[in-house]
């Protein structure tokens, strides 16, 4: 039987505290970060996605210092992504502590990094997250997390793209649910877990388990992640770390039947 996994995200802002973003707007203050992983290590969650929402923006990689920290600290696989641009801020990152590195902005920009870097450190080692949102017409399009503007590529069409690349894995992120909490975009998951065959991590909009569990019954997906689910107590947006319990996760399994693309 698989289980999809499911992923607690943590963003981090300039100042190294975590925050959650609303339609990667208005960014709420969860706190010091590295005690938001502390916390999570009780719940022995499956992996952990580390995103320093800043670091494209301001042009810099996430902070040596608090990567250090977030590291040092956490006792579960980690993902981490933040203003990679090179060769040299994977091989940091990584030897820092990091399982899997996460591009964004440079995979876009400059495909033959992505191939570098597949190259070099692994395709398992190295995730591509990309950011969608709706245009007027109602149309899905790649939009580019510098910058904050659509591009004409469609979310498969880049999906397939990063994966002929090398990219090791995809993170389908819809912008337009982000810290909305009403359930994850599923159109778009199916889009885009139907049209590549590595593994593809969904987020955006879950503000529960029965989101997550709406998801993995109807699409493809191989993860389901979420910082709003595990890092609010509800709607009200009170600040609650949690992680769902091993009998809860244990619904999720399904067989490897179902989960083969058709």
């Given amino acids: 039987m698989f289980r999809p996994r499911v992923i607690p995200v943590i963003l981090v802002d300039d100042r190294g505290h975590a925050v959650k973003s609303i339609r990667f707007r208005k960014p709420i203050d969860l706190g010091d970060s590295v005690n938001t992983v502390s916390l999570f290590n009780a719940f022995k969650v499956d992996e952990l996605v580390v995103l320093d929402i800043m670091a494209t923006r301001q ?8 990567m250090a920290d977030i590291s040092s600290e956490a006792r579960m696989p980690l993902a981490v992504g933040g203003g990679v641009t090179n060769c040299a801020d994977i091989h940091r990152l990584l030897h820092a502590g990091a399982e899997k590195v996460i591009l964004s902005n440079a995979a876009f920009t400059d495909p033959a990094f992505l191939r570098e870097a597949s190259s070099a450190f692994g395709s398992s080692s190295i995730t591509v997250c990309i950011d969608v949102k709706k245009d007027w017409l109602g149309r899905y399009r790649v939009h580019m997390p510098a910058g904050g503007r659509h591009t004409a590529v469609t979310p498969e069409e880049s999906a397939s793209a990063m994966e002929e690349q090398g990219a090791g894995e995809i993170i389908i992120q819809s912008v337009d649910k982000d810290g909305m909490m009403s359930g994850y975009d599923l159109a778009l ?3 885009v ?5 590595v593994p593809v991590i969904a987020l955006g909009g879950a503000g529960s388990f029965e989101h997550i569990s709406e998801a993995n ?6 993860a389901f992640a979420s910082g709003s689910t595990f890092c609010f107590q509800d709607q009200n947006r009170g600040v609650l770390i949690s992680y769902p319990s091993a009998q809860e996760l244990s619904t999720l399994a399904r067989s ?4 083969t693309r058709t």
Avoid: E, M, N, W
């Avoid at 042009?59 to 608090?66: G, S, V, Y």
């Avoid at 019954?217 to 191989?222: D, K, M, P, Q, W």
């Fill in 217 to 222: 019954r109807l699409t493809h997906a191989s």
């Fill in 256 to 259: 490897s039947t179902s989960h």
């Fill in 189 to 191: 998951i199916s889009l």
């Fill in 193 to 197: 877990s139907d049209a590549v065959g």
């Fill in 59 to 66: 042009r810099r990689h996430i902070r040596d210092d608090l």
